[in-house]
């Protein structure tokens, strides 16, 4: 397993459905190219994204309906049209979409009816450039698309319902003769469903092929759980703790501590571990190689997981009850380095880190993350705690540096809603007015020791709380939040730029 590159560099944190666009949300059309061509001006050598899988509940992506699978929204219907799969008049009548947050159900009723229109127009006549492409796609990733289109048309065919509430039980169970009889019943949905993930990853990968040719590369995101209601579930129910009706043993979830006395029921399902060992650990090798596919830098989300997980009983209403089990994290490594001996991966080591984790992450020489939000706190003495793992004057060469991530208020806002004694803090920490915060954090993470600092987008334009992507055990208001097609972001990047160069960021000056 490959470790971080030996230069140091920086990046941007923003997910794809944030980029503009004029069909309500962003999308693997110009503004995807337009963007990667400002962080080439900037200097900026990262772009994190979030997981690229098809978002579930709460439009999390988090909680895709598959790991393997890419979300069908970010499908450019630009590029369906240069395909000659719809027609320039087809979006003549395109909503008055929110240029400054995505409406999902919105986009969904205005975008899914042109997705099916130029699938069956691709199936009709395949377009001679795209021939194959297709038949190399169909082939490549049989192993999980049959499955997963399938699922996504029973799901369809069942109202959304969860494939184990309330489907025919055989289809629920996978029998040989249920899987045969839906799959001819669901044929051309079936096939429509796989259309849209070819248009999904052809046009993921032409992005991916630019960024790198601009010496961008890209870091995607694993969960380390997978939704309840996923094809990855019901088509490998053997590898996850289910009973004999298919229900959920046992959930995921983290134990109480200060901030949760009761702890976080998760309710994502549990691997069995054993019979992912007993079979060499082939579906999470599948799923990092498919990742690895999409991406040039892995992020394992809870990475401590990996090592021990808190295992909930499901009939439990809260965390309270669960137990610590052991992971098989180094044999999973192992397995996948044999498989994927140059895949990058990034360790996602915050919350409850135990001695036993850090040993696992540095045997595995992965990096782990600092946030810069974290770093500022008094200990139980009231004074200030100087050895916390996130100030920069504490940090190691092998890791990656943010002023906040995804789950974090902006810093702007994280800065509003601390106290004065901790704004203090801050302030004489890095000998600044506290005016311009959010600069003075990417400052501190860019001259940091850490090899690479990525910085959300909404930090690199000062942004309040309102511009807050996700706030952790809330459902409804997050992940909607989009980059206004009139903003300036060439500007911040410029001046990114001089403190990327100033700080040994520019790998290709340092050659």
């Given at each position: 397993m490959n470790r971080l590159s030996s230069s140091r560099a920086s990046g941007i944190l923003l997910h794809p459905t944030a980029?503009?666009?004029?069909?309500?949300?962003?999308?693997?059309?110009?503004?995807?190219?337009?963007?990667?061509?400002?962080?080439?001006?900037?200097?900026?050598?990262?772009?994190?994204?979030?997981?690229?899988?098809?978002?579930?509940?709460?439009?999390?992506?988090?909680?895709p309906f598959s790991t393997f699978a890419g979300e069908e929204l970010l499908i450019s219907l630009d590029r369906l049209k240069e395909w000659g799969l719809l027609e320039e008049t087809d979006t003549d009548n395109v909503p008055a979409f929110d240029d400054n947050s995505v409406d999902y159900d919105a986009v969904r009723a205005f975008k899914k009816p042109l997705l099916i229109q130029a699938c069956d127009t691709f199936l009709k006549k395949i377009p001679s450039a795209l021939k194959r492409d297709w038949e190399r796609f169909l082939e490549n990733n049989a192993e999980w698309l049959n499955d997963y289109a399938l699922f996504?048309?029973?799901?369809?065919?069942?109202?959304?319902?969860?494939?184990?509430?309330?489907w025919d039980r055989d289809i629920m169970k996978k029998?040989?003769?249920?899987?045969?009889?839906?799959?001819?019943?669901?044929?051309?949905?079936?096939?429509?469903?796989?259309?849209?993930?070819?248009?999904?990853?052809?046009?993921?990968?032409?992005?991916?092929?630019?960024?790198?040719?601009?010496?961008?590369?890209?870091?995607?995101d694993v969960p380390i759980f997978v939704s309840p209601d996923s094809a990855d579930v019901w088509a490998n129910r053997h590898l996850f703790l289910t009973d004999e009706n298919c229900r959920y043993t046992s959930v995921a979830g983290v134990p109480p501590d200060y901030f949760s006395p009761t702890g976080q029921r998760w309710g994502n399902p549990l691997y069995d571990w054993k019979a992912m060992e007993d079979d060499g650990f082939r579906w999470w090798v599948a799923r990092i190689r498919r990742t690895a596919e999409l991406v040039d830098i892995i992020r394992i989300d809870h990475f401590r997981g990996l090592r021990a997980f808190w295992k909930i009983p499901s009939k439990e209403k809260t965390a309270e009850k669960g137990k610590w089990i052991k992971a098989p994290g180094e044999k999973l490594f192992a397995a996948i380095s044999r498989e994927l001996p140059h895949v990058e991966i990034i360790a996602e080591d915050l919350g409850l880190i135990t001695e036993d984790v850090v040993a696992l992450r540095k045997k595995l020489h992965l990096p782990g993350m600092k946030i810069l939000q974290f770093a500022f706190e008094f200990n139980a003495e009231g004074r200030f705690n100087a050895d916390n793992i996130f100030l920069p004057h504490n940090y190691e060469t092998d890791a990656v540096v943010y002023t906040g991530t995804h789950d974090n208020d902006t810093t702007v806002g994280w800065y509003r809603t601390l106290s004065e004694p901790v704004r203090d803090l801050v302030?004489?920490?890095?000998?600044?007015?506290?005016?311009?915060?959010a600069w003075d954090l990417i400052r501190s993470a860019s001259s940091s020791r850490a090899r690479y600092a990525v910085f959300p987008m909404q930090d690199l334009l000062s942004l309040d709380s309102w511009a807050r992507t996700n706030t952790p055990a809330t459902v409804g208001s997050n992940w909607r939040w989009r980059l206004n097609p009139q903003t300036d972001i060439l500007n911040p990047l410029r001046r990114l730029r001089d403190l990327t160069y100033l700080y040994g960021r520019l790998p290709w000056e340092r050659n």
């Amino acid at each position: 397993m490959n470790r971080l590159s030996s230069s140091r560099a920086s990046g941007i944190l923003l997910h794809p459905t944030a980029l503009p666009g004029k069909h309500g949300i962003g999308d693997m059309g110009d503004g995807a190219f337009a963007f990667i061509d400002a962080l080439a001006e900037g200097g900026q050598s990262l772009w994190q994204i979030l997981p690229l899988g098809p978002i579930g509940y709460g439009e999390s992506p988090y909680s895709p309906f598959s790991t393997f699978a890419g979300e069908e929204l970010l499908i450019s219907l630009d590029r369906l049209k240069e395909w000659g799969l719809l027609e320039e008049t087809d979006t003549d009548n395109v909503p008055a979409f929110d240029d400054n947050s995505v409406d999902y159900d919105a986009v969904r009723a205005f975008k899914k009816p042109l997705l099916i229109q130029a699938c069956d127009t691709f199936l009709k006549k395949i377009p001679s450039a795209l021939k194959r492409d297709w038949e190399r796609f169909l082939e490549n990733n049989a192993e999980w698309l049959n499955d997963y289109a399938l699922f996504t048309a029973l799901h369809e065919e069942f109202h959304g319902i969860a494939w184990n509430e309330d489907w025919d039980r055989d289809i629920m169970k996978k029998t040989p003769e249920a899987v045969a009889k839906w799959s001819l019943y669901l044929k051309k949905q079936i096939e429509r469903i796989k259309v849209i993930q070819f248009f999904f990853d052809f046009q993921w990968k032409k992005i991916k092929e630019y960024a790198n040719q601009n010496n961008v590369r890209i870091i995607g995101d694993v969960p380390i759980f997978v939704s309840p209601d996923s094809a990855d579930v019901w088509a490998n129910r053997h590898l996850f703790l289910t009973d004999e009706n298919c229900r959920y043993t046992s959930v995921a979830g983290v134990p109480p501590d200060y901030f949760s006395p009761t702890g976080q029921r998760w309710g994502n399902p549990l691997y069995d571990w054993k019979a992912m060992e007993d079979d060499g650990f082939r579906w999470w090798v599948a799923r990092i190689r498919r990742t690895a596919e999409l991406v040039d830098i892995i992020r394992i989300d809870h990475f401590r997981g990996l090592r021990a997980f808190w295992k909930i009983p499901s009939k439990e209403k809260t965390a309270e009850k669960g137990k610590w089990i052991k992971a098989p994290g180094e044999k999973l490594f192992a397995a996948i380095s044999r498989e994927l001996p140059h895949v990058e991966i990034i360790a996602e080591d915050l919350g409850l880190i135990t001695e036993d984790v850090v040993a696992l992450r540095k045997k595995l020489h992965l990096p782990g993350m600092k946030i810069l939000q974290f770093a500022f706190e008094f200990n139980a003495e009231g004074r200030f705690n100087a050895d916390n793992i996130f100030l920069p004057h504490n940090y190691e060469t092998d890791a990656v540096v943010y002023t906040g991530t995804h789950d974090n208020d902006t810093t702007v806002g994280w800065y509003r809603t601390l106290s004065e004694p901790v704004r203090d803090l801050v302030r004489r920490y890095y000998g600044i007015s506290g005016d311009n915060i959010a600069w003075d954090l990417i400052r501190s993470a860019s001259s940091s020791r850490a090899r690479y600092a990525v910085f959300p987008m909404q930090d690199l334009l000062s942004l309040d709380s309102w511009a807050r992507t996700n706030t952790p055990a809330t459902v409804g208001s997050n992940w909607r939040w989009r980059l206004n097609p009139q903003t300036d972001i060439l500007n911040p990047l410029r001046r990114l730029r001089d403190l990327t160069y100033l700080y040994g960021r520019l790998p290709w000056e340092r050659n």
